[in-house]
C-alpha cells in the first residue's frame, strides 16, 4: 500500500475566496536587479506604474475582494520610485502592506521610512539560483551557505523593531534535500524569522506532452516567458517537500492548506504551525487551532489573518497557557514545555515563540490538459484588458500569458504514439 505522506482528513481548508482572503498581490513595476532563473516575471527596466494607476488598482481591489495584506512584489518593489507613498496609501486604507523583496535595495535608512510609512513586514526571496553576481559575496553558495544573507535581513528587520520577518524560496529537485537543515536554521532563529516558505519549481520544458493555444492559435514554445530549453524535474509536489523534512523531522505535521482548483487533494498552500524557544519545539498546531484563529479572527475584523505581528507571534506562552482546555495540539504541547522548564526552571525566562511554515505548489499539468491552479488563489492579482478596457483578477505567476497573448493559455496533449515528442521549432 502506497504510503500516505499527508492526510486530508486532519487538515483544515484555510477558508480563503476570491472574493474574502488573507492576501492580496500588487505589482508596481516589473523591474528587478536579479534575473532569477525559475522567475515568471519578464524583467522590463522604467516598467513603473504612476501612483494614480496604483491607487486605481488598490480602489479595484477594495471593489472585488476582502484582504488582511498587500504583497507589494514585482519586479523588486524597493526600485520602485513611490514605494514609501505606497506603503502609506495601503496603511491608510487599513491593509498590511508587505514588500516582497530580494533585499538587494533595502538599506537601514529605506527600512526606518519604510517602517514610518506603515510596513507591516517583508517577504525576501533568497535560494542558489538568482544568479545574485558574478564576483559577488554569493556567487555559486548553496541553500545552507545563505542563511548568513538570510540572517542578515532578519536581524536588519529585528534592530528595526516590530516588523514581521519571512523567508520564500524556489525548491528544485537538485535542492530539495536541503530543506530539513532550512527548517532547523528558522527553528533556531524562531525569535526574528515569523515565516519559511518554500515554492516547488515550475517551469515549461520540452520534455512536457503538451501543446500550448491562445484561443486556437497554436503558440510556439520558446515564445512563452517561462520555459527552459533544457529538461528539468517540474513535478514536485508538497508531499515531496514534507517527506524529506521528515527524514530528520519526523514529527513535523502541517496543519491547514488550499486545494486545486483540479483536484481536492492538490496540497496547493500547505501551512505548518509549530511554537517553541530558540532550542526545542514543544508541538505542531493543529486543524482545530487554526481553525478557530481564522474564525475569531474574521470574526473580529471582517477578513481573515495573513502575516501575524512579531509581538503575536512572541505570545507563545500565552498561547499554551490560555488554550490548553479547548485544543488538544496546545495542551500536548503544554504537557513538554512543562517538563522542559521541570528540569531547569531557569528555563521559564526563555520567550516561547509561533513560527509558520509553507510549502506552495504552483500550477500541475493533468493528464488530459487542464491546468490546476491554486483554488482561491491569495496571490491574485490586477490586470487590464488594453483592446476591451476590461479590469480582471487574474493569476500572478501566469500575468505574462495575457500581457502576451490577452488570455491564459490553454493546454492540449501532444499525440505522441509512444515517442517522446519533440517541441515544435527545435
Given at each position: 500500500?502506497?504510503?500516505?505522506i ?12 476570491m472574493a474574502?482572503?488573507g ?10 536587479n536579479?534575473?532569477c ?19 486605481h488598482e488598490?480602489?479595484?481591489?477594495e ?20 514605494i ?12 498590511k502592506?508587505i ?25 525576501f526571496?533568497i ?8 564576483g559577488?559575496?554569493?556567487?555559486g553558495k548553496?541553500e ?7 540572517l542578515?535581513?532578519?536581524e536588519?528587520?529585528a534592530?528595526?523593531g ?6 520564500n524560496?524556489?525548491v ?7 530543506l ?13 524569522v515569523?515565516?519559511m ?30 520555459h527552459?530549453?533544457?529538461e ?11 517527506k ?5 523531522f519526523?514529527e513535523?505535521?502541517p496543519?491547514a ?7 481536492a ?9 509549530r ?16 481553525e478557530?484563529?481564522?474564525s ?9 489573518l495573513?502575516?501575524?505581528s ?9 498561547t499554551l ?7 488538544k495540539?496546545v ?10 522548564i521541570?528540569?531547569n ?9 509561533m ?5 506552495i ?6 493528464s488530459?490538459?487542464?491546468?490546476s491552479?491554486?483554488?482561491a ?14 479590469e480582471?483578477?487574474v493569476?500572478?505567476?501566469r ?24 517541441m515544435?521549432?527545435q
Open positions: 500500500m502506497e504510503e500516505m499527508i492526510d486530508a482528513r486532519k487538515l483544515y481548508r484555510l477558508p480563503w475566496n474574502d482572503n492576501i492580496t498581490w500588487m505589482e508596481p513595476t516589473a523591474q528587478c536579479l534575473n532563473y525559475g522567475c515568471y516575471r519578464k524583467n522590463i527596466k522604467d516598467s513603473h506604474k504612476t501612483m494614480e494607476e496604483a491607487k488598490l480602489d479595484f481591489y471593489s472585488q475582494r476582502k484582504s488582511d495584506c498587500i504583497s507589494i512584489a514585482g519586479g523588486d518593489p524597493l526600485l520602485y520610485p513611490h514609501i507613498e505606497l506603503v502609506a496609501e495601503i496603511k491608510r486604507r487599513g491593509i502592506p514588500v516582497n523583496t530580494n533585499g538587494i535595495a533595502l538599506t537601514k535608512e529605506l527600512l526606518h521610512d519604510l517602517k514610518k510609512a506603515g510596513v507591516f513586514g517583508f517577504t526571496h535560494d542558489s539560483k538568482q544568479g545574485r553576481g558574478r559577488k559575496d554569493w556567487e548553496n545552507l551557505e545563505l542563511n548568513e544573507l538570510r542578515h535581513y532578519a536588519m528587520l534592530a528595526e516590530n516588523i514581521s520577518c519571512s523567508f524560496s524556489t528544485y529537485a537538485d535542492t530539495l534535500h536541503y530539513p537543515e532550512l527548517v532547523d536554521w528558522a527553528h533556531k532563529h524562531i525569535d526574528i515569523h515565516t516558505v518554500f515554492i516547488l519549481f515550475r517551469y515549461i520544458t520540452p520534455d512536457l506532452p503538451f501543446d500550448f493555444y491562445a484561443g486556437d492559435k497554436k503558440i510556439i514554445f520558446d515564445e512563452i516567458h517561462y527552459s530549453d533544457r528539468e524535474v517540474t513535478n514536485l509536489v508538497a508531499q515531496d517537500a514534507v524529506e523534512i521528515r527524514r530528520r519526523p513535523f505535521e496543519a492548506f488550499l486545494n486545486g482548483t483540479k483536484k487533494d492538490d496540497f496547493k498552500w500547505l501551512l505548518t504551525e511554537i517553541g524557544t530558540k532550542d526545542k519545539i514543544f508541538g505542531y498546531l493543529d486543524n482545530k487551532f487554526l478557530m484563529v481564522m475569531a479572527y474574521h470574526l473580529k475584523n471582517d477578513r481573515y495573513s502575516y501575524a512579531p509581538k503575536t507571534n512572541s505570545l507563545g506562552r500565552a497557557l490560555n488554550a490548553w482546555g479547548i485544543n495540539s495542551r500536548k504541547a503544554l504537557g513538554k514545555y512543562l517538563k522542559y521541570g528540569t526552571p531557569l528555563r521559564a525566562l526563555k520567550k516561547v515563540h513560527q509558520s511554515l509553507m510549502v505548489q504552483p500550477v500541475d499539468f493533468m488530459n490538459g487542464d491546468q491552479m491554486c483554488d488563489c491569495p496571490d491574485i492579482t490586477y490586470w487590464k484588458d488594453e483592446k476591451t478596457g476590461e480582471k483578477l493569476w500572478s505567476c500575468l505574462e500569458e495575457p500581457m502576451q497573448y490577452g488570455e491564459f493559455l490553454h493546454t492540449v496533449p501532444r499525440k505522441t504514439s509512444g515517442k517522446k515528442p519533440e515544435e521549432n
